[in-house]
Structure formats: C-alpha cells, structure tokens
C-alpha cells in the first residue's frame, strides 16, 4: 500500500462486524493496509474468507496455531501495524481491555501491543450505558485508547439509543486523521491545560412555565468536550438543557440561561482553552412574571432585552484571557463572510463557522461541515461526524498550544 500505514483490525462479536467488510474496504481506498484478527464470536457475523478477500491477506483466528505461530508470533502480529482498531468493540471485548484478560488471540494481542489502540463501541444501549461499561470505558480512555462513536440511533434488537457503531466511513476518517500530518503522526497532549466548553441551547423564561430556545442538540459542543478531555485537559462543559448523557473523564455545570452560563464560565475561569459552542439564545425577556401568563384574548407583550455575550466577555478579558478563545458561527447565508465579521467583532482567535439552515441538518444532527477561520486564513473541512469535528479540533487546538507556548 502506498501510504506505507498498517491497521491490525481487530473484530469481535457483534451485528456491527457486518460493517467491518465495509471499513476495510474504505481503507483500502485510502491505501491503508489492514490485517485481521477474527474473534469466535466474531466468525459468526463475518467469515474469513470475505475478510480475507478483502485485506489481501491471511486472517488470524487462533492462539494455538502453530501455522500461524511459525509464520507470525501473536506477539509480533501485535506490533507489526501502526495502529490497532477494534471495531465493533463489544462491551465483552472492553471489559477485557480493562482487566487485562487475555483468552484468546485478539485480547492477547491488545494486551501485547505497544502500538495505539483505538476502539469502535457496538453494543445495546442498557449496556453502553452500564456501570460497568462506563467505568471500562473511562479506565480505557484515561489509558490513552481512542474512542469512535458509538452513535444513537435504532439497533439491531429493536430498541433505540446510544450503542450504533459509528459509520465505517466515520472511523476510516478518524483513522485516516490518527496518520495525517495534522493528526497523530505523534501523539497530541493537552495534559496540564485547562479548557472551558459550551454547549447546547439556553433556556430564556418567558413566564414560569414558557421559554425562549432554539434548535441545538449539544452534540458538537459535547463532542468538543470529550475530545479535549481524551487529550488529557482538564475539561469544565457548561451546559445547557439537552437530552444527551454527560462525557466521561469530563466536569459537567448544568445551566439554563444565558445569564446563568455567563456565570458558570467565569467561575471555571481560568482556562488556558474556550471554545463556546453553545447556541446562547441572544435575547431574553426583561422582566419575567413569576406566575404563567393567562390567555385573557389580549396578546402578551414580550419585552426582549440582550443576553450577555459570552464569547465577547472572555475574548475580552484584560486580565487571564485564555491562550485560545474559539467561537462558533452558526450562519444560514454568506457562512464564512459573516464568521468573519463575528470573528473580529467578538476579538476571539479562531471561529468555526458551521450553516445551520434546516435542510443541512447541523442543528440536532450527526454531521457537520465547518470553516476554520483566523484572522488571515480559512480551512474548510469535509463533512464529518461531530465526533470527528471534536477530535479534529482539539488536535488542531493541541498542534496551536504546542507551537506558541505561553
Ligand atoms: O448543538 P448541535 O445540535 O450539535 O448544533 C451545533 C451548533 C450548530 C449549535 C454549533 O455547531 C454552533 O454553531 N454553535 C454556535 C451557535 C451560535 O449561537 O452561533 P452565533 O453565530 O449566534 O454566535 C456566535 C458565537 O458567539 C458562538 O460561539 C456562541 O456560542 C457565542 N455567543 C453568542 C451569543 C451569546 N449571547 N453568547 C455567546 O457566547
């Protein structure tokens, strides 16, 4: 393969493994060569000979083989590639990783390598969401394993929920990001940095029982957050009302107001990092009545009065600005020409500019396409996964504090 990068796939047992085939296929395209290691569970999903078919090469299955053994070492097996993926990573599988059980050829091999490992959840939601689960999890993460989805979405036993694995074409990318040069060519770190995220809507009180918000889900600033934190800074995500469960390895302030998220930055205040994704909702009513407007046939006059500006407020700063101050730009026309004004008018050091117009799908949804614009330059990104846009950016965000240290 021309690209001279390695991934030993490693597919354990789940009704995800069917994307496997479609992954190696996506890589190979890349010129990312891949090997296998089929679990027993596995091989009832998936066959050998599709995957080996596909790589172009021998799939490993077995501790024992002596075949195997005489043509590769199971300890060599798991040194040869550049990176080792587990997709689907099964709760099981995880569980394993944890604890160091090693049973058979594939969490030998994890337990064996010295090479990064990123994994690809696929599992029920109950158990993506178990103790257990979220505790192996964190334990993996706080290792340095790398995270892929999972994603929400229907699943294969009839419920609905977080557990889907992520896209085939979402973990190529994320891989294919781990080689680039903007990647991890070598591991990113933002150990020892703080970093202050905003996400989701606020919640503007129109009377006790009534309010003012918008459309955003908290995906890409949650994202954001997990991102940052799996880099290793220590991550304040000050929230306002969504749907979605806490990051792990991440410290949640739960807010409702633009007031209140005001508040809540300037008391995690200071960060060497913020990047204000949240949708702050730019007005509010002045003077909120403490008991529910009546319908008396009159219409209620609503007195709209500005939110403070956040981003504004810390890119502002006389004293403690953080080295970085990101803010998002959420434009329906002209995207990057309006980012741009937003991003001198606000004085902060990068803004991402992202079109929310309903037929995009930005706001709620999994995807997003953005601009990453400074003072004099412009970078326009693919269509990702939010996921994806986090992690790409807290690279971009490790790469920038490397290279102007304070
Ligand atoms: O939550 P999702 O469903 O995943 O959708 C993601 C998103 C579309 C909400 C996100 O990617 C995004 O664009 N966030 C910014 C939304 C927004 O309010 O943009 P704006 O152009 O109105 O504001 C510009 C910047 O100022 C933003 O960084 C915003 O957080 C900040 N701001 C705005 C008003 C205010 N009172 N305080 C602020 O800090």
Redesign the pocket.
């Known amino acids: 393969m021309e690209s001279g990068k390695r991934v030993l796939l490693i597919i354990s047992g789940g009704i995800a493994a069917y994307k496997s085939l479609e992954l190696i296929r996506d890589l190979r395209r890349r010129e990312i060569a891949v090997r296998c290691i089929l679990t027993k569970a596995g091989s009832q999903f998936v066959t050998p000979l599709s995957l080996g078919a596909l790589t172009e090469d021998k799939v490993y299955q077995d501790l024992f083989s002596l075949t195997d053994e005489s043509e590769m070492g199971h300890i060599e097996l798991s040194r040869d590639a550049d990176l080792v993926v587990v997709a689907p990573a099964t709760a099981n599988i995880m569980a394993k990783m944890r604890t160091g059980i090693a049973d058979d050829l594939a969490t030998t091999a994890l337990l064996a390598t010295d090479k990064p490992v990123m994994i690809a959840p696929a599992m029920n939601v109950r158990m993506w969401e178990s103790a257990a689960t979220q505790e192996n999890l964190a334990i993996l993460q706080e290792r340095g394993v790398q995270v892929i989805g999972p994603e929400e979405g229907d699943m294969a036993c009839n419920e609905y929920g977080m557990g889907r694995m992520s896209e085939p074409a979402s973990i190529a990318e994320a891989i294919a990001g781990f080689f680039s040069d903007a990647g991890h060519s070598q591991q990113k770190s933002l150990i020892g940095k703080k970093a202050i995220v ?5 919640h503007e009180a129109i009377d006790p029982v009534r309010y003012l918000a ?10 954001i957050a997990k991102a940052l934190a799996e880099l290793g800074a220590d991550t304040v995500l000050v929230s306002g009302p ?1 749907r979605l469960p806490d990051p792990v390895g991440v410290t949640v302030k739960h807010v409702l107001s ?1 007031e209140d ?2 508040a809540a930055c300037e008391a995690a205040l200071p960060a060497d990092i913020v990047v ?7 007005w509010r009513v002045a003077n909120p009545p403490s008991e529910k407007i009546k319908k008396n046939g009159s219409m209620p006059s609503l007195e709209l009065v ?9 890119s502002q700063l006389a004293k403690n600005r953080p080295a970085l101050v ?6 329906t026309e002209d995207v990057v020409a ?2 741009q004004a ?1 991003l001198s008018k ?1 004085g ?1 050091d990068w ?4 079109d ?1 117009s309903p037929e995009t799908g ?4 999994k995807n ?1 396409t ?1 601009h990453v614009i400074e003072a004099d330059t412009i970078e326009d990104w693919p269509t990702l996964s ?1 996921e994806d846009v986090g992690q790409k950016l807290a690279i971009r965000i490790a790469t920038y504090l490397e290279n102007n240290p304070t």
Not at 198 to 202: A, Y
Not at 306 to 314: C, G, H, K, R, Y
Not at 351 to 354: F, P, T
């Open positions: 905003t996400s989701g809507p606020t918008n459309h955003s889900s908290g995906r890409q600033g949650h994202a969504t633009a998220m005001l204000c994704a949240a949708a702050v909702a730019d500005e939110n403070p500006d956040i981003l504004a407020n810390v990101i803010g998002f730009a959420a434009e309006y980012a937003k606000k902060c803004i991402v500019a992202n929310v930005t706001f709620g949804g997003n953005v939010k």
